[in-house]
Antibody
Framework: EVQLLESGGGLVQPGGSLRLSCAAS????????MNWVRQAPGKGLEWVSV????????VYADSVKGRFTVSRDNSENMVYLQMNSLRAEDTAVYFC?????????????WGQGTLVTVSS | DIQMTQSPSSVSASVGDRVTIACRAS??????LAWFQQKPGKAPKLLIY???NLQPGVPSRFSGSGSGTDFTLTISSLQPEDFATYYC?????????FGQGTKVEIK
């Protein structure tokens, strides 16, 4: 059974940094791209970033490009989202999600999410 | 960026009703379209990929159709557990984009 468990969310001041982690199990981790998708309170879904199975390819939404960095450790079955220069509009639940197949494929499995609140 | 527009934004329906949700892409995306279901406080769940392929484990009352710019999600006979918000997402090109969601409510 695929399991994804996010951690690292919390309250951070504007301009601050936070690192989200996602622990994966139940599948051949290095074979799948991994996404981060966020959802602001009461709002819809917004795709944030994806990292390829090897970690060699990353893509970002324009809204986070230059501020967020996605990475993975295939030896530990972990994926990370380093978030810098945080803004109030980054406040959201952040979901880690396993791609169904390739880099652009939809997310077939999701974690429960971790809440990030950016506020002074 | 490809814009995804869903209609309606909300629909009130009864158990047993047939429900149809539309999704339109701002440019052609072939069949690179997915549908998700999300219940309050929960993660989204993939229902349909590549426009019409049912994700394993998803009940057959869910079906998807369309290609190019116009797509449809149909629930043939609405069940109590189907009351939720539904999102379409294009998987043609980056950035991946979602529709704004359609809330299916109890009539």
């Amino acid at each position: 059974e695929v399991q994804l468990l996010e951690s690292g969310g919390g309250l951070v001041q504007p301009g601050g940094s936070l690192r989200l982690s996602c622990a994966a199990s139940g599948f051949m981790f290095s074979n799948y791209a991994m996404n981060w998708v966020r959802q602001a309170p009461g709002k819809g879904l917004e795709w944030v970033s994806v990292v390829s199975g090897s970690g060699g390819e990353t893509v970002y939404a324009d809204s986070v490009k230059g501020r967020f960095t996605v990475s993975r450790d295939n030896s530990e079955n972990m994926v990370y989202l380093q978030m810098n220069s945080l803004r109030a509009e980054d406040t959201a639940v952040y979901f880690c999600a396993k791609a169904r197949q390739g880099l652009t494929s939809p997310a077939a499995s999701w974690g429960q999410g971790t809440l990030v609140t950016v506020s002074s | 960026d490809i814009q995804m527009t869903q209609s309606p934004s909300s629909v009130s329906a009864s158990v047993g009703d047939r429900v149809t949700i539309a999704c339109r892409a701002s440019q052609g995306i072939s069949s690179w379209l997915a549908w998700f279901q999300q219940k309050p406080g929960k993660a989204p769940k993939l229902l349909i990929y590549a426009a019409s392929n049912l994700q394993p484990g998803v009940p057959s009352r869910f079906s998807g159709s369309g290609s190019g710019t116009d797509f449809t999600l149909t629930i043939s006979s609405l069940q109590p557990e189907d009351f939720a918000t539904y999102y379409c997402q294009q998987a043609d090109s980056f950035p991946l984009t979602f529709g704004q969601g359609t809330k299916v409510e109890i009539k």
